[in-house]
């Protein structure tokens, strides 16, 4: 018999296994259960208005040296341009935005690739508009995310979402002009409900 927990900020997790050898089977259970949110915050959209996505990760309890590394080999590995880095007020807690533009099961094939909060990572099955959501204004005593830094890329050849590199660069953000773009003009903001904590 074995069992393991896991718990995140968000959410815990548990895994049940046992056999029973007079039939010789195996059973695994596994369950999660995510806090029930109860906080309204303001965000932005991973969807372009042309049914792309752009990438988004949410980082808790994450070194920046390790995310850095690990947004450096997702750029090698899939050719990415650059990432916008930003921090939040809580310890190695940061958002990281690539504005390159894919099909919603590309997007999540990387996200699942990514050291992302669990919850986030598959958020886009439980979310009836199908879209990942990062904060960008405050959240009842913490502050808005700040931008951090850009991880610059050698990689400019996916077409990249004009609409959020124009929401970025009001958030005083210094987006590239290298490569290709598409011509979206609106972006999706979003009053959403989050976990109930004061973050994400």
Not at 62 to 78: C, G, R, T, V
Not at 83 to 112: E, G, M, P, W
Not at 166 to 171: A, E, Q, S, T, V
């Amino acid at each position: 018999m074995k069992l393991e927990t896991k718990k995140g900020i968000n959410y815990s997790s548990f895994f049940f296994s046992f056999g029973l050898p007079f039939v010789k089977k195996k059973f695994n259970f596994r369950a999660a259960l995510y806090n029930s949110p109860d906080t309204w915050v303001l965000g932005y959209s991973s969807r372009t208005d042309q049914g792309k996505y752009v990438l988004f990760h949410d980082y808790d309890s994450l070194e920046l040296s390790d995310i850095l590394e690990e947004l450096n080999f997702l750029q090698k590995k899939h050719e990415l341009s650059d990432y916008y880095i930003f921090k939040l007020d809580r310890k190695n807690s940061f958002h990281a935005v690539c504005l390159d533009t894919f099909s919603l099961s590309d997007a999540y094939k990387i996200q699942k690739e990514t050291s992302s909060d669990i919850a986030f990572i598959h958020s886009i099955k439980n979310l009836r508009t199908k879209e990942w959501i990062l904060r960008f204004a405050k959240k009842g005593d913490r502050a808005a995310p700040v931008f951090h830094k850009r991880l610059i890329s050698p990689f400019h050849k996916r077409i990249k979402s004009s609409a959020h590199a124009k929401f970025l660069r009001k958030m005083s953000v210094k987006v590239s002009n290298k490569g290709l773009w598409d011509k979206c003009e609106f972006l999706h903001l979003v009053k959403y409900n989050t976990a109930n904590r004061t973050g994400d």
